[in-house]
């Protein structure tokens, strides 16, 4: 159950866990944008681009799975330590990289140091959004305004990232700039760990693995939607839309290259930013503090059959025109920012109902289920995002895309009131 009223530690806990979060969110989304746009300069086609991510979103399932145990049994500060201290090394590990190796050398290698990454991303994110359920205040929809601020504040934050991730492979190269932040993140660990005060559950001893799988239908549900809504965002975001904008932009040079950088990054950005804007906005803007859970539920439902609208006329768009060509550049722009503000609504909802679903001594497994279902959506999304860009180019990518979120609002259709 959440606390009536917050108390000063649960408040101090609240701002420490944030800020480890932010700080985690920083370096996960510059990590990618350099990954991603290192990796097609040196010559790596969309399906390989993909393989570097792959075992990024199969770690991060199998954490989920293990996570939300491992915290109900030993506490959730400890998980979030962990998740900090295993980035940092993989940012380590990744800058001893050396291009002289063979493609599939490089490839094996980053998918593994991908995956530690992987790992670290969701021991900090089940940490942090379980905090929320146990910190915030029930009052005045408290717990809406609180998960909502921490993921949408945390997605502008990884928005920042990815501007940051392409700004620095533009102006010191791949191996100071993942050097560089290893050693920043450092920092904020030793200060986290320093200025973390009491507030956090340390966790039970008689917490038994079994307890991982729910029982709840909402709950099921709800992680079998977040996996075609995430999907859905991800068959496009991760490898097609950046490298259809490079094609674009990039006429070649080293100089274009650079120009390109910082182009793609900045969208990237803005739009992930934008996204958390309006996640962080959404209580506010479904009036949430007035409406009961039945209303949000009936809500989700809307949302995620308004979001499919969007990326259908993409797609029709896409299949009328010779890419790449200005015009559609254009229309792809102002369309996947009007994606991204519905897919926000969508996602702010999830992220509510999940911790409304659950009860305080069971939160860390079922949104550990829950984020294990998240991870297995982005993993679904990552491998259809090399793949149908190379088969079918823009057309195929965002129709799969519109298949994937029509699904995700069947399955929130089965949500009901608890």
Same mark, same amino acid.
């Given at each position: 159950m959440t606390n009536a009223s917050v108390r000063p530690e649960g408040l101090s806990a609240y701002v420490a866990v944030t800020a480890a979060y932010w700080a985690f969110m920083l370096t996960d989304g510059a990590l990618r944008m350099l990954v991603l746009l290192h990796f097609h @300069?040196?010559? !790596?086609? #969309?399906?390989q681009l993909a393989y570097l991510f792959v075992l990024y979103e199969v770690a991060g399932m199998v954490t989920n799975l293990c996570a939300g145990w491992i915290a109900a049994r030993f506490g959730l500060t400890p998980t979030l330590y962990a998740g900090l201290g295993i980035q940092i090394l993989a940012l380590i590990a990744l800058a001893q990289l050396d291009t002289n190796w063979a493609i599939g050398l490089s490839v094996v290698y980053v998918m593994i140091v991908q995956g530690a990454s992987g790992i670290a991303k969701d021991l900090a994110k089940m940490s942090s959004k379980s905090a929320v359920k146990l910190l915030a205040p029930s009052e005045g929809n408290g717990l809406f305004r609180w998960v909502a601020l921490l993921t949408g504040s945390k997605n502008a934050v990884k928005g920042f990232g990815f501007l940051l991730g392409a700004a620095l492979l533009a102006t010191f190269g791949f191996s100071s700039a993942v050097l560089g932040m290893a050693a920043i993140l450092a920092v904020i660990l030793v200060a986290v760990l320093i200025?973390?005060?009491?507030? %956090?559950?340390?966790?039970?001893?008689?917490?038994? !693995?079994s307890e991982v799988f729910s029982k709840s239908a909402n709950i099921n549900w709800l992680s079998v939607a977040r996996v075609f809504l995430f999907g859905a965002r991800d068959v496009w975001f991760v490898v097609g839309i950046p490298i259809y904008f490079f094609a674009v932009l990039s006429d070649g040079s080293e100089a274009g290259n650079r120009a390109a950088f910082f182009i793609i990054g900045t969208f990237m950005a803005v739009w992930v930013i934008l996204y958390g804007f309006v996640q962080a906005s959404a209580p506010r803007l479904?009036?949430?503090?007035?409406?009961?859970?039945?209303?949000?539920?009936? +809500?989700?439902?809307?949302?995620?059959? %308004?979001? @499919?609208?969007?990326?259908?006329?993409?797609?029709? +768009?896409? %299949?009328?025109?010779?890419? #790449?060509?200005?015009?559609?550049?254009?229309? %792809?722009?102002?369309?996947l920012f009007v994606f991204g503000a519905i897919f926000a609504i969508n996602s702010a909802l999830h992220s509510y109902l999940i911790l409304a679903f659950t009860q305080a001594e069971r939160v860390t497994m079922d949104v550990g289920f829950y984020y294990m279902a998240n991870a297995g959506g982005r993993l679904l999304g990552t491998v259809l995002s090399g793949l149908t860009y190379q088969l079918g180019g823009l057309p195929l990518m965002l129709g799969t895309a519109t298949a994937m979120v029509t699904a995700a609002a069947i399955v929130t259709g089965f949500l009901r009131e608890e």
């Open positions: @300069t040196l010559g !790596f086609a #969309p399906v200025a973390m005060p009491p507030g %956090l559950p340390k966790g039970r001893k008689g917490a038994k !693995f479904l009036r949430a503090a007035k409406r009961p859970e039945s209303d949000l539920i009936k +809500a989700a439902r809307k949302w995620a059959w %308004l979001l @499919t609208v969007v990326p259908a006329a993409l797609t029709a +768009a896409a %299949l009328v025109s010779e890419e #790449p060509q200005l015009w559609l550049t254009i229309i %792809l722009i102002s369309g």
